[in-house]
């Protein structure tokens, strides 16, 4: 069967998540929870089809899934399928998601009266263009001609040069990110403004909960990093295995290892260095994790809370703009008359 790359909604991902979850935990196997699910979800057949069928021909959920979910959500799948509990893991996963989607809904609410606001505005400016500024022009025929002049030779020349340079920097920047090993870029990520603390509370969740997940399983730290080097080599988690099996072979403590990189809570270095056993460590890293997740919902509702007044702003500079745009000619006109 041919496999379609139309992924799921991530607010119908949590709502499928978790319903598995929970018929999971009625004592259902796999493959009956899924074809029970199949029936709530008629638009996307096709997909279910397919999942449904490498489920039969044995391949794992996270496998089946591949295709139509994101990179991070198929790693928690497959980790809770190899080496932790798969009902609580997408449990988790499904409240994420569905999470998400209400704070993407919020975003939009947020913007949808300031973006009307920003289109009557751009109304209201080709207005002006087309229809008054000419009858201004009427009465002020130097102040028209030397503006021509200046829009002819140094308001071209201006443009270009802001988005030629803009443009290189920006080229630039790509450019070396896209050079940088995985966990230098997520260094970067987590010192952009504004952004960046966001980022980086995700990381805290993200390291934290798999990194508890597996060690919940009963593997030991290098047992992890061996795992963690099966997953997509662009990957977090990949990357994070392989820096940490290389610190560790260097003789490097774990301490040094979690201290030397941002997107690494260094919470980590307090709850390894208690000489708690492998099983309590799980525990409170997972209990971190949901801590860390809850604060990360927090911050990103104040930038949300903080998203409609930038824009506000934004409009009343706009606003400004058109009004200096129309008196001064006029100031310059009236004032080449008292003279």
């Not at 409240?95 to 949808?112: C, F, I, P, S």
């Not at 909960?209 to 597996?214: C, D, E, S, V």
Request: glycine letters at 6%; a positive charge; one cysteine or more.
């Amino acid at each position: 069967m041919k496999v379609r790359k139309n992924r799921l909604s991530e607010r119908k991902q949590a709502l499928f998540f978790q319903s598995l979850a929970d018929l999971l935990n009625a004592g259902f196997s796999l493959r009956q929870a899924f074809e029970d699910i199949m029936i709530f979800f008629p638009e996307n057949k096709d997909l279910l089809d397919y999942v449904h069928v490498e489920l039969a021909e044995g391949k794992m959920l996270s496998t089946a899934f591949k295709p139509y979910v994101r990179q991070n959500v198929f790693n928690q799948i497959y980790i809770a399928e190899k080496h932790g509990k798969l009902s609580d893991s997408i449990k988790q996963l499904g409240k994420n998601l569905e999470q998400k989607a209400r704070q993407m809904d919020k975003l939009k609410a947020v913007l949808l009266y300031p973006i009307i606001l920003l289109i009557m505005l751009g109304g209201l400016m080709v207005a002006i263009k087309f229809w008054l500024r000419p009858e201004l022009d009427k009465f002020q025929e130097i102040q028209v001609l030397n503006t021509a002049l200046w829009q002819a030779q140094l308001y071209p020349f201006i443009v270009g040069s802001v988005l030629l340079i803009t443009g290189v920097f920006g080229f630039k920047l790509v450019y070396r990110l896209t050079k940088q090993p995985i966990l230098s870029r997520q260094e970067w990520y987590c010192h952009i403004p504004f952004l960046g603390a966001a980022y980086r509370q995700y990381c805290y969740y993200y390291i934290t909960f798999n990194f508890g997940l597996l060690l919940k399983s009963g593997l030991e730290i290098r047992e992890i990093c061996l795992f963690l080097e099966e997953f997509d080599e662009k990957s977090l988690l990949a990357n994070f295995g392989k820096e940490l099996k290389k610190n560790l072979l260097g003789g490097n403590e774990l301490t040094y290892f979690v201290s030397k990189y941002t997107f690494i809570p260094p919470e980590l270095n307090l709850f390894l260095g208690k000489g708690n056993t492998i099983d309590e460590l799980s525990s409170e890293l997972l209990l971190f994790s949901e801590l860390a997740y809850e604060k990360l919902i927090r911050q990103i509702d104040r930038m949300i809370n903080c998203v409609q007044p930038i824009l506000f702003l934004v409009i009343a500079i706009v606003i400004i703009s058109i009004y200096l745009s129309m008196l001064m000619p006029m100031y310059n006109n009236l004032g080449g008359i008292y003279k």
